[in-house]
């Protein structure tokens, strides 16, 4: 999910609790084997310390919000690998493969040993990390009514009945978190191989039809995230 053109970043709290365990915000949580840190989302660019590379990247990012989350996102990885993995901010980098999921760069050196993955929607900014293959997703409860706009590219026969999509704008971002949780895991997009290939079965307990991927829901004060593994 990414901030609209000229929205400052806000948190919606939610009287209705939606599916999924409390995540607190700034606190690192143990998931499915992954550590995952949730920050609300400041306006404007937070500081956070850039090694060189990333600075190059930064330099060609011209438009504000794509610069502000990208920025975001950096920070929560690197707060989250400070805490889950002791690795000094200044010693690291997140850098995008070719297929734009996050790379961990330790002194120079790529990570194989360190999977990371990250999210930003306008409330939060959202980081994964584990030693393995792993997904993350956030998805604001305002962003969840959209769901039915999109729901024939994203839904199979009966999904969205079988699994209460629409239960709620908190069940809506649930799925959304979900299925994009699970196409990040496989370093998919939305066309290849599309959220249709991630089948949600069930929100309580979350669960999706293919028997090779966990996942778990959390729950934001206003957002939805969701934890992708190989099972
Ligand atoms: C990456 C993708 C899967 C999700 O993007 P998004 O939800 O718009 O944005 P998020 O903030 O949650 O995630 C973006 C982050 O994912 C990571 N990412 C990007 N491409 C990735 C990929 N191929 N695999 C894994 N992670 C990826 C990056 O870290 C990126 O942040 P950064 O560029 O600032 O480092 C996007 O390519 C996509 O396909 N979006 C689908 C949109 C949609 O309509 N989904 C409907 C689902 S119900």
């Keep these: 999910m990414t901030t609209k053109q000229g929205e400052a970043p806000a948190v919606v ?3 209705v609790p939606g599916p999924g365990l409390l995540l607190a915000p700034g ?13 609300p989302r400041e306006a404007g660019e937070v500081a956070v310390a ?13 438009w504000p919000l794509r610069r502000a989350e990208w920025l975001a996102g950096r920070r ?4 989250l690998l400070l ?4 690795l000094p901010s200044a010693r690291v980098e997140v850098l995008p493969l070719e297929s734009g999921a996050p790379r961990v760069w330790v002194d120079g050196a790529p990570r194989e040993d360190l999977v990371l993955n990250l999210s930003h929607t ?8 584990a030693p393995s ?11 969840g009514p959209r769901l039915p706009r999109i729901g024939r590219r994203v839904f199979s ?5 079988e699994c209460g999509a629409h239960t709620s704008a908190q069940h809506q971002a649930a799925v959304w978190a979900l299925k994009e949780a699970g196409l990040k895991l496989r370093l998919g997009g939305i066309f290849d191989p599309g959220a249709r290939s991630v089948r949600v079965l069930s929100l309580s307990p979350a669960q999706v039809a293919d028997p090779a991927m966990r996942v778990a829901l959390l729950r934001l004060p206003s957002a939805a995230v969701a934890v992708a593994r190989e099972a």
């Design 13 to 15: 709290t939610s009287a």
């Design 27 to 39: 606190e690192v949580q143990e998931v499915l084997g992954a550590f995952v840190l949730a920050e």
């Design 50 to 62: 850039l090694g060189p590379k990333e600075a190059a990247l930064l330099a060609d990012m011209p």
């Design 76 to 79: 929560v990885a690197k707060r």
């Design 83 to 86: 805490a889950a993995w002791r």
């Design 122 to 129: 306008r409330g939060w900014a959202v980081a994964a990390v």
């Design 133 to 143: 293959a792993v997904g993350v997703d956030a998805c604001d409860d305002a962003d």
């Design 157 to 161: 026969e009966g999904e969205a009945v």
